[in-house]
């Protein structure tokens, strides 16, 4: 009889769990959608699983001609070139991004607190953004080059 009433009782706070994470879920993954069919399988784990790619990786870390920066996934303009600065991390670091770009959320993965920003648009997961930066907004956008792709001014 204990048995049987410890297996309804974890029965039910299994489904109340459910009940109470059910919208949270739903509301996550419906901001959050593959919208560039050809991202590739890091491209994926950094954009929805909140990976990170290995730094001195991408491209980007050397791009210095003027232009923007866009999400590889939806295409929405994220950082112009202006921002960008060589933070030495060994990925593309940004003191500012465009207006709106982003939104942010507490990150509390291994053991720290950081501010994890994601893009506005499609709410995929772009990078962190610390407050160690060198312009006058005193932040540093740490972004995952695999996220981001470059349009140089034409
Ligand atoms: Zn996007």
């Known amino acids: 009889m204990k048995t049987f009433r410890r297996k309804i009782l974890k029965l039910l706070g299994y ?9 949270y ?25 909140e990976g990170t790619e290995r730094p001195y990786q ?47 959320k507490i990150d509390y993965s291994f053991g720290m607190k950081r501010i994890e920003y994601h893009c506005s648009n499609c709410g995929v997961h ?9 312009g006058s907004t005193g932040k540093r956008f740490c972004n995952n080059g695999l996220c981001l792709i470059f349009k140089p001014e034409s």
């Open 58 to 104: 991408s491209a980007l870390n050397y791009e210095k001609r003027k232009g923007f920066f866009h999400c590889a996934n939806c295409d929405a303009k994220l950082f112009a070139s202006t921002s960008k600065f060589d933070s030495g991390t060994g990925w593309p670091s940004f003191t500012e991004s465009l207006p709106g770009a982003f939104k942010t």
């Open 126 to 134: 772009h990078g962190h953004v610390f407050d160690d930066g060198p």
């Open 25 to 49: 879920n739903f509301l996550y993954s419906s901001t959050k959608k593959i919208i560039n069919p050809n991202l590739s399988k890091e491209q994926k784990d950094i954009m929805f699983n």
């Open 15 to 23: 489904s109340y769990l459910s009940i109470v994470l059910l919208p």
